[in-house]
């Protein structure tokens, strides 16, 4: 098994190597209102029972590489400095598929770098403070902004987690976490820089989805609602085909942000690096994309992405009924004020409470 994002970054003598997927703790300290969760609460693995099972297997399979898959690496400090200290003198390298920003301070990944980790997968979500707030997410964007750059610092690959349409997201918030993650692009053109998007999804036991409840988008009767959960396995958050739309715009017009979102950020990258030299040493299509997509004034390749997209997506009939459905009857102002935890917004509703900003759909 060879993953791209990791071969890069990875020395020669592990990629001759196995890999392989290694747990050091269950569940998760945060309790962001979109997350399902695995398992409730959280809990370390003895580091003694990690560490013999790393040696074990890199002996026995020869592996080089680990892959930690928990939800939350390294939030406890203590057990993790342990097992810190053993990789180190392993010689092995390392990966952490889901970290806290707030984990990721300067003293912690320098020693995560020097025991062999080539890449951490942050679930960021947003750059929004708004959004932040509203995910409930206990990281502030400086939290964020400040673990990438200490993995630049510390030539640590990146993968950056974003959710994107909940409630509350606007073009405005989408622009905020642009130009925020545009801001820590790293200086090294050499070190690995991944986005990975999905649309939120309002998956049982989340605040999300009684929050959609609240609002009559997951059905009126008990059967609508198993209907809705029934086809929860049928698709993967990162399609636009089981979003329950939580803005004010049209759902065919939420689907280009997936798009937008890394095109201007492979465009900041093409600035940042200088066109010419990023096509040179980047052999990928996606730059080459970016290129002619940055020829363009923002708000005109904003306008061609979005309706090209819808095209794409949704073929000529559809982009007549959006046009007809923007010009004749647009959809009522109901999400966009959001600005507070789902958990928060879903007290007022069960207190029977109005909401002062959301009004409930009609
Ligand atoms: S999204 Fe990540 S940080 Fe938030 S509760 Fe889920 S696993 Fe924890």
Redesign the pocket.
């Known amino acids: 098994m060879k993953s791209c994002q990791i071969t890069h970054t990875i020395g020669r003598r592990a990629l001759k190597k196995n890999m392989a997927t290694v747990f050091a703790s269950k569940g998760?300290?945060?309790?962001?209102t979109?997350?399902h969760?695995y398992y409730k609460g959280y809990t370390t693995i003895a580091a003694e029972q990690v560490t013999e099972y790393i040696r074990r297997i890199a002996e026995e399979r020869n592996v080089g590489l680990l892959l930690f898959q928990e939800?939350?690496f390294g939030s406890n400090a203590a057990v993790t400095a342990k097992i810190i200290a053993f990789l180190k003198q392993s010689g092995l390298n390392w990966t952490a598929s889901?970290v806290?920003a707030k984990t990721a301070t300067e003293e912690v990944l320098k020693s995560w770098k020097e025991a062999g980790c080539v890449n951490v997968n942050f679930?960021i979500?947003s750059c929004s403070p708004k959004m932040l707030s509203v995910m409930e997410?206990s990281a502030r964007v400086e939290d964020n902004l400040n673990a990438l750059r200490l993995c630049n610092k510390y030539r640590i690959a990146t993968i950056i987690g974003l959710v994107i349409g909940m409630p509350g997201e606007t073009e405005e918030t989408i622009g905020e976490t642009i130009s925020n993650l545009a801001s820590v692009i790293p200086d090294d053109i050499s070190l690995v820089y991944e986005i990975c998007l999905n649309f939120f999804q309002a998956v049982p036991g989340t605040p999300g989805y009684d929050f959609a409840r609240h609002m009559g988008l997951i059905g009126s009767s008990p059967r609508e609602e198993e209907l809705y959960i029934e086809s929860l396995h049928e698709t993967t958050a990162n399609e636009i085909s089981h979003y329950l739309n939580f803005t004010d715009y049209e759902k065919e017009e939420v689907l280009y942000w997936k798009d937008y979102i890394p095109m201007e950020l492979l465009c900041a990258y093409l600035r940042k690096h200088g066109t010419l030299k990023v096509l040179k040493y980047k052999k990928s299509r996606r730059f080459y994309y970016a290129a002619v997509y940055g020829l363009f004034p923002r708000s005109i390749r904003r306008f061609l992405l979005k309706y090209y997209t819808v095209l794409r997506h949704y073929g000529v009939s559809g982009l007549a009924d959006l046009i007809t459905r923007k010009l004749f009857h647009q959809r009522p102002k109901v999400y966009s004020g959001t600005d507070r935890s789902l958990r928060e917004i879903n007290k007022y509703f069960e207190a029977g409470k109005p909401w002062p900003i959301l009004k409930k759909l009609s």
């Open positions: 998760c300290v945060g309790r962001c979109f997350c969760r939800e939350d889901a806290r679930g979500e997410k």
